[in-house]
């Protein structure tokens, strides 16, 4: 059994920045792919930023540059730093972990961007 719990959402300003974090435990082997995605009101759920325990990343091309992933394989955490954020921005954010076929989902935190 796997559990992901994010924290760090809230609402900021166009320009400024906020810090996700998805503390993973449970049933968690080195070899995974953790990321973030997101859901804006009528969209459909699409991905934010990956990264493997190898520490390979990858970006949306619409977060490249503000956005950075980072992990903790120690502590078993994911980050997401995002600077520059936009109005656009505004989503619920999801942790994801991606491991032997199978993938899981945290609740999700609201992220908030005002204009």
């Known amino acids: 059994q796997v559990q992901l719990v994010e924290s760090g959402g809230g609402l900021v300003q166009a320009g400024g920045s906020l810090r996700l974090s998805c503390a993973a435990s449970?049933?968690?082997?080195?070899?995974?792919?953790m990321g973030w995605y997101r859901q804006a009101p009528g969209k459909q759920r699409e991905l934010v930023a990956t990264?493997?325990?190898?520490?390979?990343?990858n970006y949306a091309d619409s977060v490249k540059g503000r956005f950075t992933i980072s992990r903790d394989n120690a502590k078993n955490m994911v980050y997401l730093q995002m600077n520059s954020l936009k109005p656009e921005d505004t989503a619920v954010y999801y942790c994801?972990?991606?491991?032997?076929?199978?993938?899981?989902w945290g609740q999700g935190t609201q992220v908030t961007v005002s204009s």
């Open positions: 994801n972990l991606k491991l032997y076929g199978a993938s899981y």
């Open positions: 449970g049933s968690i082997f080195s070899i995974n792919v």
């Open positions: 990264i493997n325990s190898g520490g390979s990343t």
